[in-house]
């Protein structure tokens, strides 16, 4: 999931990433909810980790083999225990909602990423919900644009969150 969503947003190839280090351009990695060797071979990316050494962090509800060579792993919500969009590989953005409290020190992806722009000095990263998010990636990126297809965070029906199923349930 998601890496159509990626490409649609214009993003670089991991080769590029792996570039970048090398040549010094970049020394700082965040990885999210990825385990880079399911990505790329075992030498590339220990080469690229190896650079990063004290400067990668991962945001992930997994641990896995990039996240024990992390200094520091902040706990990322699964798709059950938050909301969230993701576009499948047809190229359609699809909602869900949560299903499951989180517990303990859990947030969601975004709320991660939101908390660490701001503290880089990234003061416009606002987003208080995630309905914030989604206007501001529609407004950067129109084929993003939910506004038409996404209820309001606050409709219920019976007191609940509008459920959600597939055609075929």
């Given at each position: 999931c998601n890496s159509?969503?990626?490409?649609?947003?214009g993003a670089e190839p991991l080769q590029q990433a792996f570039e970048l280090v090398e040549q010094g351009d970049a020394d700082t990695v965040i990885v999210v909810e990825n385990d880079l060797y399911r990505r790329a071979g075992r030498t590339k990316?220990?080469?690229?980790l190896d650079a990063v050494a004290g400067k990668l962090t991962v945001v992930d509800h997994l641990m896995h083999e990039t996240a024990q060579?992390?200094?520091?792993?902040?706990?990322?919500?699964?798709?059950a225990e938050t909301d969230g969009t993701l576009v499948n590989n047809e190229g359609r953005a699809q909602v869900f909602n949560q299903v499951f409290e989180a517990k303990g020190d859990i947030e969601e992806s975004w709320r991660w990423l939101r908390d660490a722009?701001?503290?880089a000095g990234h003061d416009d990263l606002v987003f208080m919900s995630l309905a914030g998010v989604h206007r501001a990636l529609a407004a950067a990126h129109p084929v993003f644009d939910l506004s038409r297809e996404e209820p309001e965070a606050t409709l219920r029906y019976a007191k609940d969150r509008v459920p959600r199923a597939s055609h075929r349930y």
């Open positions: 159509l969503g990626l490409h649609m947003l990316v220990d080469r690229f060579r992390a200094q520091h792993v902040l706990p990322a919500a699964t798709f722009g701001n503290a």
